[in-house]
């Protein structure tokens, strides 16, 4: 491990992004869940309270915690880690633990308790994946046996295991992850050429044979169609955003959250957050996220060893994707995902694991090289 004299200052402009992100995420969610809360639990402030409880304390802990801790140490214990990750997959299919959502079941109960290791998993393979590939080198990473076939074989394992639960969302951003970090570790182009073709034959095959991912795919080429079933929720998402106008209609005045845009505190919160404070403030989200990509490659650059180069891309390629493809699908540029805006959608697994996750990245930029 290093010692403490040879850290220095944190990379304070990515702290300052990832700290507005979540307080806008929080000022959202308190007015996004109100009119859901009230009719559910009989409490306006029943998402925001759960998300601070669940999801900002554990998190906050991880985030200071993972600050402190030698991004380096990860790697004597991520096979353990890694392991028990995957084990909680299977966990979820035991009767009377695992829960189900919607149509996935992908959840762990214990008692008042609930958390999904989908969310674990993105953070441990990820730390895997980089020992991995710096354990390979550059020569490893680039060969066909030694490096392209386990890497698919690593991948294969993890995807089967989601894909019987189902989540395509979760997957879908491991799988892009992944191949960011492939790449990111000096793999041969054609290589992931061919992991981005086989995983966008993959995705089609899953569509056309599932009805509601073919649903899904219909809507977003026809969205005019049957709005009042298959192509309601986009329609509801349209109007939510197109109602807010450059200004928004105002903090709390949203229309949409009242029962008509579903998942308004989760997958759609981004509409929700659009009609309320308009263009101005989306373009204010996304310029945040985008510093934060930004800063996050530019930690990575400098990184001071292989390892904490891939570390710091994948955690920047896992969040910028999930906003890119959850934002995407709000306004019609990508099929509906039921993937959530990293930081700004409820959900106190996602939360807590994504802050930890920048307690790596910003310890990362403590030892970042001149």
């Not at 402030?45 to 915690?65: A, E, N, S």
């Not at 709390?252 to 998942?263: A, D, N, V």
Request: net charge positive; aromatic share 14%.
């Amino acid at each position: 491990m290093r010692s403490q004299s040879k850290y220095h200052a944190p990379d304070f402009v990515l702290l300052g992004a990832f700290g507005a992100l979540l307080l806008l995420g929080l000022v959202v969610l308190s007015s996004a869940g109100t009119a859901i809360g009230y009719q559910k639990f009989n409490d306006s402030y029943y998402f925001i309270k759960h998300q601070l409880l669940y999801g900002l304390l554990p998190g906050l802990f991880l985030l200071f915690l993972f600050t402190k801790i030698n991004y380096q140490v990860w790697k004597k214990f991520i096979v353990p880690l890694l392991f028990a990750s995957i084990a909680l997959l299977v966990i979820v299919f035991i009767p009377g633990i695992g829960a189900q959502y919607g149509t996935a079941k992908s959840w762990i109960n214990l008692g008042p308790l609930s958390f999904q290791p989908a969310e674990l998993v993105k953070l441990t393979f990820l730390l895997y994946l980089a020992t991995w590939m710096e354990k390979r080198g550059t020569y490893g990473v680039k060969d066909f046996y030694s490096g392209f076939l386990p890497f698919l074989f690593l991948i294969g394992i993890i995807s089967a295991l989601m894909l019987m639960q189902p989540d395509m969302g979760s997957l879908s951003i491991i799988i892009f992850m992944s191949i960011a970090v492939f790449f990111a570790s000096g793999a041969k182009m054609k290589h992931v050429i061919a992991m981005m073709a086989a995983g966008a034959t993959a995705i089609y095959l899953l569509i056309i044979k599932s009805p509601y991912r073919a649903a899904r795919l219909t809507t977003f080429l026809h969205p005019e169609l049957d709005p009042q079933g298959i192509g309601y929720h986009i329609n509801q998402a349209f109007l939510a955003i197109g109602s807010g106008g450059f200004w928004g209609r105002g903090f709390g005045h949203s229309r949409q959250k009242f029962q008509y845009l579903p998942e308004a505190t989760g997958d759609s919160i981004f509409a929700i957050y659009a009609e309320e404070l308009g263009l101005l403030m989306c373009v204010v989200l996304i310029g945040l996220f985008i510093l934060l990509m930004y800063r996050g490659l530019k930690i990575a650059k400098a990184s001071p060893d292989q390892f904490g180069r891939l570390v710091a891309a994948g955690i920047i390629a896992w969040i910028i994707f999930q906003a890119f493809f959850n934002i995407s699908s709000m306004v019609g540029l990508l099929p509906m995902t039921g993937i959530p805006l990293p930081f700004i959608s409820y959900g106190g697994t996602a939360l807590a694991v994504t802050m930890g996750a920048m307690g790596i990245l910003i310890n990362i930029s403590r030892q970042t090289k001149a």
